[in-house]
């Protein structure tokens, strides 16, 4: 069975600086791997995905997620945070099975960008 | 264009009532999902619809059901509340098909229903 696992339930980080949010997964077949941001009292907005090809996958708002099939992560970065990056973060793998695909989701990492 | 919309924003119930949840997907997408989010987890997937047939469900018990109309739109049926249903309901819709280089099952979420079981 698939499984996402993210490595912190919470990161603090002062403003401008670089972030890792970390992410694992566990699957015995090709992977589709997402991270969702979460904002208070919202719901799920995808970031960035990656499905095939570059193993570096970008989004349009500075993050960045490279996927490591020997070490089974998809980790998200950004080189400076912003105060309006203080968000949920989900990592999650696509689950196909039974004919249909699923979204398979980690616990989440609470970014708390501090001035 | 409008996003997957979910109504009620939120719901107030008592253990053993029943609920209703409706979810209205991104026009055109003929596929839904649903996911169960409680308080500080990730969500969890409990179905998903397409062309109104149920295409998969995840373990949750037989108090819930779903079911989708010929304009796509989506319910979400949950009976006997418990405590322990308290949670985000997320609905997400999904194209179906390719749509240019966008996937069939890339799934777009909505703002979500909060149920809280008094």
């Known amino acids: 069975a698939q499984s996402v696992t993210q490595l912190d339930s919470q990161v603090p980080v002062f403003e401008e600086a670089p972030v890792e949010l970390r992410c694992n997964y566990s699957s015995s077949v090709s992977v589709y791997l997402f991270w969702y941001v979460q904002y208070p009292n919202q719901g799920l907005q995808l970031l960035l995905k990656?499905?095939?090809?570059?193993?570096l996958v970008e989004s349009i708002n500075g993050f960045e997620a490279e996927f490591n099939k020997s070490q089974t992560s998809f980790h998200l970065r950004k080189p400076s945070v912003h105060i309006s990056d203080t968000a949920e973060y989900f990592c999650?793998?696509?689950?196909?099975?039974?004919?249909?695909?699923?979204?398979?989701f980690g616990a989440g990492t609470r970014l708390a960008v501090h001035p | 264009d409008a996003g997957v919309t979910q109504s009620p924003t939120h719901l107030i119930k008592t253990r053993g009532q029943q609920v209703t949840l409706r979810c209205s997907p991104i026009?055109?997408?003929?596929?839904v999902s649903w996911y169960q989010q409680v308080l500080g987890q990730g969500p969890q997937f409990i179905f998903q619809y397409y062309e109104k047939e149920e295409r998969g469900r995840g373990n949750f018990p037989d108090r819930f059901s779903a079911r989708q109309f010929p304009n796509y739109s989506s319910e979400l049926n949950v009976n006997a509340l418990l405590l322990g249903d308290s949670a985000l309901y997320l609905c997400?819709?999904?194209?179906?098909?390719?749509?240019?280089?966008?996937?069939?099952?890339?799934?777009?979420f909505g703002p979500g229903t909060r149920l809280t079981v008094l």
């Open positions: 997400a819709s999904s194209p179906g098909r390719w749509t240019g280089d966008i996937r069939p099952d890339t799934q777009y």
């Open positions: 026009s055109g997408h003929k596929s």
């Open positions: 999650a793998v696509s689950s196909f099975s039974g004919g249909y695909n699923k979204l398979i």
């Open positions: 990656y499905l095939s090809g570059s193993t």
